[in-house]
């Protein structure tokens, strides 16, 4: 599946979802939003996927967030009867994905494709891409990717990139946990596909159970956390990827996991 502004693309058990819009910075439009949506949701839906890819065209901008200039300035003018944006929607099914995502970032990550960024489970980075909140420069705050943002930036680092609209680096980045790795930009393909080459050859039940409890856990007190847990392990030491994986370890050979 494909369109000018999106691209979606199985490469074997991995799905690509790649914004298209290299002439302004890869700026999101529901377009764009919808399409996001759209190909996380179909890679939930193929048992052969076993991690999503998220990334850009070029290698100026990840992500400059809304486009500004669509619809005569009224990227903001929602539907006040509909109560979820596009955004919000995206946002809301990938916390639910059960399958890894990983932001490629190319280049510069602003506003909106911040969100993108904090939506995705793991990161990977070109050492000149710059991250930034910049919507105090036009009489905004970054509202709806702030939930994201809170749960990840500390507080105090967090309020002065929201007031000051001052970008970080990548180093930065890095100390704040915002991406797991810094790499020149020509070894930025090299470090996706060795990340995309572990996942694939672990346990992709393990994985969607382990992401399912991971999400639940983190809003929990630490003594209900605990309660999940043990809840969890039982039924999932009774899959067949845990069957697989005691009876390979005992054999010595790598496991060749179902995915049940």
């Not at 916390?95 to 990550?109: A, L």
């Not at 980045?173 to 393909?189: K, R």
């Amino acid at each position: 599946m494909s369109s000018n502004e999106l691209l979606i693309e199985q490469k074997g058990q991995v799905q690509w979802i790649t914004i298209n819009r290299p002439d302004v910075r890869n700026a999101l439009n529901d377009k764009v939003l919808n399409g996001i949506r759209d190909g996380v949701q179909q890679a939930m839906d193929n048992s052969e996927i076993r991690a999503i890819v998220l990334t850009a065209a070029g290698n100026k901008a990840f992500c400059a967030g809304g486009d500004l200039k669509r619809g005569g300035g009224k990227v903001f003018d929602f539907n006040v009867s509909k109560l979820e944006s596009p955004m919000i929607e995206l946002f809301k099914l990938m916390e639910t994905c059960n399958i890894p995502v990983i932001g490629r970032i190319n280049g510069h990550v602003m506003a909106g494709g911040m969100g993108l960024l904090c939506a995705c489970d793991m990161a990977i980075t070109t050492d000149r891409a710059l991250f930034g909140t910049p919507e105090t420069k036009i009489g905004l705050f970054p509202m709806m990717i702030l939930t994201y943002m809170l749960r990840i930036i500390p507080r105090r680092k967090l309020l002065e990139m929201c007031i000051t609209a001052e970008p970080i680096k990548a180093q930065e980045a890095l100390t704040l946990g915002l991406v797991n790795h810094v790499v020149p930009e020509d070894e930025l393909d090299t470090k996706v596909n060795e990340m995309l080459e572990l996942i694939v050859t672990r346990s992709p039940t393990a994985i969607k159970m382990g992401k399912h409890a991971f999400h639940a856990m983190q809003d929990m007190s630490i003594h209900e956390a605990f309660d999940h847990a043990q809840m969890v392990i039982p039924l999932m030491s009774m899959t067949d990827d845990a069957k697989e994986g005691f009876a390979s370890f005992n054999e010595k050979r790598a496991p060749n996991f179902p995915g049940s």
